[in-house]
């Protein structure tokens, strides 16, 4: 079978992304959190947009905004492809955005040029990705996966201190789905229908650009773990303490940073380990530190070795400890695992990329997706284009028209192939 | 000539402190700032209890209090002993108070015991050392030995924004001396008639307790230098930035710490170098840090010794930073030199603890104390007493009722020796 030539419009997705753009909170940037007022915007002008395009429509009780495009055969299983919808506070226009812009212009495209599906297509614009308002994140995704049930506790609160179900609540029929479907079923956001799920994001990483490629193939969403780390010693009188008296937390913490960086690139790539908040008590320049707090985060795309990494950390760290007379806490606070992307999927966008005269590079995403959350329940793909800089969750953020275009087809292409090419 | 027995009466230097201890804001310790309410207070006891005990009392413009013993002869150059009367927030009832405490018992006790002495006694309680209500230390013997002038800038303010001229001003004739002679002078606390000056403090560190003896004779003050360090490279995402695309600041800052620390023990005592403040910008878990700041205190007895080490450590600090492509600012903020106490004056006081059968050491004093300000004027001594645990600047400051007695009659001993054995 001869391949059909795909010319996605671009210039529509990036009318779409600009449009998207201006439902924000004022300030640098944009500021799209979870159930507020430009959030809500954004959702329903998505809804009006795609139901003009002639995609059916349909919400769920968590929020999430979908585009369906019915397949001819193949009803029951669908395509689903998408982004989330929310952005961190002054974030850019292309972090979730995109991805969402891309599939709406695609499933129009596709509709458009080539008639009805096989398999069914639809377009996901998830309610909730990045954790920005509320202390948790893939709201949206994770209510699809099961991984949430429409309910988040009390504790789960903005720095205001409106919980997440009374935000959700005041967002009213405007959430998504009418509130008596989700008062009725208590989970109507969960799905089982998902077949395969295919997301398109910025990098936010700086390899594409560094190596001037045009698109990712995502091998792998990386797996993390997080931990607070609390090194306690003796505060002292930094004039009066001799070097060899001193019980300082960091000193020895300053050894342990040194150990994490040392071994994280010994162990290479994709491994990545950072040490993102550090305080010192009592912080006064001439009192040697009593304790220090410090976060750990090590990512891996290998469950194994993410694990045996940080099972060596860990010893590393107490014997810095132990030699220095210091006491040593170390707290998990996340912990996901690595996300392989489906192969079949992976070899498809390959073949795709040498057929656009595309150049690519398989790669780990080293950033969270929502897409690491359907990778469990079914064959999932994640394509990436270039940030400038590998600037993200910023104003800067940016990805030229030509780069967004070029990820723009070969999504098309690939959802051409799943639901139009169906063997 | 039969050295008479030194017995100077401790019970009443331990009543005494008691007494000056109560002179505190509320909350835990003793917080008496300069030209508070508690510190005006402290200072009229003190007054009366000098004039009491038959001393011939004086104030100075800027508060300091002094209690005079007339010399029978050479009555030109006063023999100055004492320490400050202000603390630090929540400090002990031991610093600088014990100087003042035991300055008086000692000059009570030698009048009440030989009479008049040949050369002229007094006992000083400086307005303030500790930099604890302004940022701006030793204005009280700083303004006797022309440090200061009278005058502070209108910068020199506390926390709520009182400058210290205007605190000063209103603790009007209870300052100290009368307000129109301060007027008229313009720099009425100047003195040039000091001529030895001799000064009785807890040690605040660890090093008598930990050998288990009782009385540290002073070498010198060390020398400060202390600089504000500010290393910047990239925030960037933790996820997606790989090891060997980092500029990260606080990796670049751990190698500069583990550099810092590893010099200073390889330079030996008495150097100490420490950093006791450190933040971490933006400080987020999930990124790189892009910034960081943090303090450096280095000191050292000997002016050469500190000026190499501080020399060789930026270079180091230059050339980590250099490779590692991150910017490197150093700003000096603080730069005091070595102090050496009086050569005659330290051989003296051994020689009074082998009289008096003592346990000693020579040491240097890590901690700054108003000594540094009279030893380029005239020939100056100090005497250090243990301090349980090396804690000071605490509740928890102690030094026991016997540890405080030896340094009583170590210091009465060497006032007998200047004041009345005069050749």
């Known amino acids: 079978m001869k391949k059909p030539v795909i010319h996605a419009p671009a210039a529509a997705m990036q009318k779409l992304l600009e449009e998207l753009a201006a439902f924000s909170a004022p300030g640098p940037g944009v500021t799209r959190l979870l159930y507020t007022p430009e959030w809500s915007g954004a959702q329903h002008f998505l809804q009006e947009k795609m139901a003009g395009l002639g995609l059916e429509v349909h919400t769920d009780s968590v929020g999430n905004v979908f585009g369906r495009l019915n397949g001819s055969q193949h009803s029951g299983s669908v395509i689903l492809t998408g982004s989330h919808i929310d952005t961190v506070v002054n974030g850019g226009k292309y972090d979730g955005a995109y991805g969402v812009a891309a599939a709406v212009t695609a499933l129009h495209y596709l509709a458009e040029t080539f008639g009805p599906p096989l398999r069914t297509l639809e377009v996901a614009a998830f309610c909730e990705e990045e954790g920005s308002r509320f202390p948790l994140t893939f709201w949206g995704s994770g209510n699809i996966t099961g991984l949430y049930d429409g309910r988040a506790g009390d504790s789960i609160a903005d720095p205001e201190g409106v919980t997440l179900m009374e935000a959700m609540n005041a967002c009213g029929p405007g959430t998504g789905g009418s509130q008596e479907s989700s008062d009725k079923s208590g989970n109507s956001a969960r799905r089982e229908d998902i077949g395969m799920y295919v997301e398109l994001h910025i990098e936010q990483g700086i390899l594409l650009e560094q190596s001037a490629l045009q698109i990712g193939v995502v091998q792998a969403i990386a797996g993390q773990r997080r931990f607070a780390v609390r090194v306690t010693g003796t505060a002292n009188h930094a004039g009066t303490t001799p070097m060899g008296l001193r019980r300082d937390a960091l000193a020895g913490t300053a050894e342990m940073l040194c150990a994490l960086e040392r071994s994280a690139v010994e162990a290479g790539a994709p491994l990545v380990a950072t040490t993102g908040r550090l305080e010192v008590i009592p912080g006064t320049p001439n009192v040697i ?27 590393a760290f107490r014997e810095i400890a132990a030699r220095r007379g210091l006491m040593l806490e170390l707290v998990p606070t996340l912990a996901t695992s690595p996300a392989p992307m489906n192969q079949a999927l992976c070899e498809a966008l390959e073949q795709i990329c040498l057929e656009q005269g595309r150049s690519f590079r398989r790669m780990v995403s080293g950033a969270g997706h929502d897409a690491q959350l359907f990778a469990p329940e079914c064959p999932t793909a994640m394509i990436f284009v270039p940030s400038r800089a590998g600037i993200s969750h910023s104003p800067e953020e940016y990805s030229s028209p030509e780069e967004l275009a070029a990820g723009l087809n070969v999504l098309t292409a690939l959802l051409y192939r799943l639901a139009y090419e169906v063997s």
């Open 289 to 315: 530190p009593g304790e220090v707090q410090f976060t750990l985060d090590i990512r891996h795309s290998e469950a194994a070795r993410l694990e045996s990494f940080c099972a060596a950390l860990v010893a």
